[in-house]
T-cell receptor, first 111, second 114 residues
Framework: RKEVEQDPGPFNVPEGATVAFNCTYS??????FFWYRQDCRKEPKLLMS???SGNEDGRFTAQLNRASQYISLLIRDSKLSDSATYLC????????????FGTGTRLQVFP | GAGVSQSPSNKVTEKGKDVELRCDPI?????LYWYRQSLGQGLEFLIY????????KSGLPSDRFSAERTGGSVSTLTIQRTQQEDSAVYLC????????????FGSGTRLTVV
């Protein structure tokens, strides 16, 4: 089983749509969770951290379910500029500094 | 500096040659990481430096790969006797530690072995 699993997509949605991505992780000892965004042929950039209570940043909402080892990202009112690959990231067991990256979910927003 | 700087941005080399890739992390970041990303693939962890501790080399794919970090700052990733399967984008990242800040990545070195 992969340490971090994501649906690769692509998710093709119209502008204004709400879209949700899910991710599962294998090790219950992971304590830090993130979503990164990667544009085509660019480096990954931190989108947001994910906290146990859930957190929101504008149109983006992240949720964590520790019992199910499941992380989600919800994007509301999708923009063309949201088109990218979204990487689910967790820390390695017992090492808060070393991160394990999922292979990403590709989102394409069309007019 | 303001961001993580990597050089060269692109490198084409012949099979069997050695290459050196350089990473200059954000000033004050104690942790430095090397990942690689093959076309259409996810990020593969290679090596991680944390302060003065021994590096975590668990991701290096073979003994042809090595890395060092001098003075707790600049890092060099060396690939000896390059093979075509080494072709990938090599990404360096740095971070503070213990504060859950996430990584800042450099723009990568695109290595092509011909």
């Amino acid at each position: 089983r992969k340490e971090v699993e994501q649906d690769p997509g692509p998710f093709n949605v119209p502008e204004g749509a709400t879209v949700a991505f899910n991710c599962t992780y294998s090790n219950s000892a992971s304590q830090s969770f993130f979503w990164y965004r990667q544009d085509c042929r660019k480096e990954p950039k931190l989108l947001m951290s994910v906290y146990s209570s859930g957190n929101e940043d504008g149109r983006f909402t992240a949720q964590l379910n520790r019992a199910s080892q499941y992380i989600s990202l919800l994007i509301r009112d999708s923009k063309l500029s949201d088109s990218a690959t979204y990487l689910c990231v967790v820390n390695a067991p017992y090492n808060t500094d070393k991160l394990i990256f999922g292979t990403g979910t590709r989102l394409q927003v069309f007019p | 500096g303001a961001g993580v700087s990597q050089s060269p941005s692109n490198k084409v080399t012949e099979k069997g040659k050695d290459v050196e890739l350089r990473c200059d992390p954000i000033s004050g970041h104690t942790a430095l990481y090397w990942y690689r990303q093959s076309l259409g693939q996810g990020l593969e962890f290679l090596i991680y430096f944390q302060g003065n501790s021994a590096p975590d080399k668990s991701g290096l794919p073979s003994d042809r790969f090595s890395a060092e970090r001098t003075g707790g700052s600049v890092s060099t990733l060396t690939i000896q006797r390059t093979q075509q399967e080494d072709s990938a984008v090599y990404l360096c990242a740095s971070s503070l530690t213990g504060l859950n800040p996430g990584y800042t990545f450099g723009s990568g070195t695109r290595l092509t072995v011909v």
